[in-house]
């Protein structure tokens, strides 16, 4: 429950107006990766219009399946596990079953670009792959793969996933983010009444503190569900594309997202990893700017039942994002 | 808005009495009183005033109100455990006022209709701990949140400044239409004379409010002060299937809500300087 909550549902509220001129202005600068935002599915299977879920496709090739540069300068890639070298600068995240022969292994790093004319350079990993695309007009005409690891460059048939929420305040949101403050409200219940709540502000994301500090102060053991994918959430990334990620440092949970009532600023998401729980019992979360800051609100409480209490955990990140 | 329609209604009065007067004084801004005064609106108040025409006057000054304090016990709760620290209220109702009077039939009585405006603190009455730090924070946890008040569920918290204090205030509109009725000149047509005034000041719903110190260390090493008021209502203290409520600060909300105006009595001498 708990790591469904840290990273659950994200509901994502436009600043509660519609016309987004309406929406507070920040001063965030566009990211720096942000022209070269990419997001390829190497697949034969046609993608529809305004479809950003790609869990379901099958590669057309024994190399990569997906590859996506964030705004924010992270490579997440599907690929095959082969051409990771070891001492890898790429960090496994998850393998992934069911691929037939292939075993692939989700993975992240770190992106940079060269561009020359119109070709296009996206050197990860500090050139362990490097993805050349020749654009015409724009379009994305070919696309190759250079592997280090195998000395090989191949030709690959891609699709590009469109741009899915590219108004001003999809650009201030979709970027990495590190979170700088956790404020947490421990609510317990007591016979179906709601007790005096606890409220205690955290530097930073450190879910193991937080989860030590219900355990060692409030005698609420969560330690396992929160510190399941790791003891602090290091960063968390949108994309325009409609991906998100959050870096927990000993592993990255990833998934897409896509508006469901974008006047609302409400998004429904689906993990990549089949064990993350999609359901949040509640009001979902909000994102908001206060100046330069994001304020991410998991305003979604769950209700269950752990060691013999009743409960609701709320919290509220703030963010920062290092490049402006 | 409000401000806006009682700045034009008096302005009206203004030059309609001065159109529909069957005798002008054609010596306008020659007369020129003070006032001194007691009652709601200053203790006392002192003012200046001129006749604009026989059947409309001004006047100008401020109410000095004593900073009255009042100590109360606070409940508060801390990381699941109550606490009680002491509370100093003060009072902060000094005010400008520039008031129109008008006056009917100046020839027969002194009756007057006022129309005009006073201008103070928004910050009506301040809170602050009397007993520094507040009892109960880890000092671990000064500036950053902790306490909480009124229904969980609504997750309002705040937190006390780096030294373990805490501050709130009630907080009305700075300016505030006034309208009344009285009796007496706003310059004698003697030496001096005496005037009576009953009205009320708008000054909107009081709103309590509690400040919550925040800083964030930001990811370059620098502290940015987030700071912010927050505003509990009646409803944070108000029983629901969930929430047992506090039914005392509820009913001192639920009132404090309905008193949207200020009642203005006031007895004045005034004094006719030339």
């Known amino acids: 429950m708990a790591c469904a909550l840290v990273a659950g549902a994200f509901a994502f509220n436009s600043c509660g107006s519609s016309d987004d001129d309406d929406a507070p202005k920040t001063n965030l600068t566009t990211p720096k990766y942000a022209e070269h935002a990419y997001k390829f599915v190497f697949s034969d299977t046609p993608i529809q219009e305004g479809e950003t879920s790609t869990k379901e496709l099958v590669p057309n090739n024994a190399l990569v399946a997906q590859a996506e540069f964030t705004e924010g300068g992270l490579f997440v890639g599907k690929i095959d596990q082969k051409i990771v070298p070891n001492g890898s600068k790429l960090r496994r995240i998850a393998t992934v079953k069911d691929m037939g022969d292939t075993e692939f292994v989700w993975v992240m790093g770190a992106y940079t670009v060269k561009v020359e004319g119109n070709v296009i350079n996206l050197i990860v990993a500090d050139g362990e792959l490097t993805f050349t695309i020749t654009a015409d007009n724009g379009n994305t005409t070919s696309i190759t793969l250079n592997v280090s690891q195998l000395e090989q460059v191949v030709n690959l048939n891609a699709q590009e996933m469109k741009v899915v929420a590219n108004d001003n305040v999809d650009g201030d949101l979709c970027r990495t983010w590190k979170v700088v403050k956790t404020n947490l409200i421990y609510t317990p219940y007591e016979n179906g009444k709601a007790k005096a709540a606890v409220a205690k502000s955290f530097n930073g994301a450190n879910l193991k503190e937080i989860s030590d500090y219900l355990y060692d102060e409030q005698d609420l053991d969560i330690r396992e569900e929160l510190l399941k994918h790791g003891n602090s959430i290091e960063k968390v990334a949108f994309t325009k594309r409609g991906s998100f990620a959050i870096d927990f440092g000993q592993s990255i949970s990833m998934g897409d997202w896509s508006w469901t009532d974008k006047s609302k600023g409400v998004f429904s998401y689906t993990w990549y990893e089949e ?49 402006q | 808005m409000k401000r806006f329609s009682f700045i034009l209604l008096g302005t009206a009065l203004l030059f309609s009495t001065t159109m529909l007067a069957q005798e002008t004084d054609k010596n306008i801004f020659n007369h020129l009183g003070v006032g001194l005064s007691v009652g709601t609106d200053g203790l006392p108040g002192i003012d200046l005033s001129t006749k604009v025409t026989d059947y409309v006057g001004v006047r100008l000054g401020y109410g000095f109100m004593p900073k009255f304090k009042f100590k109360q016990d606070v409940d508060y709760t801390y990381h699941g455990s109550d606490y009680t620290t002491e509370g100093e209220f003060k009072l902060n109702n000094g005010t400008f006022k520039m008031l129109f009077d008008i006056y009917p039939a100046p020839k027969s009585t002194s009756f007057h209709v006022t129309a005009g405006f006073y201008a103070g603190s928004s910050e009506l009455i301040t809170l602050k701990n009397t007993e520094s730090p507040i009892p109960g924070i880890d000092p671990v946890d000064y500036g950053s949140g902790g306490i909480t008040l009124g229904n969980p569920e609504h997750n309002k918290f705040i937190g006390t400044d780096l030294d373990g204090n805490v501050k709130g205030r009630v907080k009305v509109n700075g300016f505030r239409p006034y309208l009344g009725i009285g009796f007496g000149r706003s310059v004698p047509n003697t030496l001096c004379s005496v005037n009576f005034d009953l009205g009320v000041q708008f000054w909107g719903k009081p709103k309590m409010q509690v400040y919550k110190f925040d800083y964030i260390e930001n990811l370059d090493g620098t502290i940015t002060d987030k700071s912010t008021w927050i505003e509990f209502t009646k409803k944070d203290f108000e029983e629901t299937d969930t929430y047992e409520g506090d039914k005392d600060v509820y009913d001192i909300l639920n009132i404090a809500n309905k008193i949207s105006v200020y009642p203005v009595i006031s007895l004045r001498v005034g004094f006719r300087c030339f």
């Open chain 1, 275 to 323: 064990d993350m729980e999609n359901d949040f019992d509640g009001d979902g979360a909000t994102v908001r700017f206060d100046g330069n800051n994001c304020v991410l609100v998991l305003n979604g409480k769950v209700r269950e039942s752990a060691n013999n209490k009743e409960y609701t955990v709320f919290l509220q990140f703030t963010m920062q994002a290092p490049e």
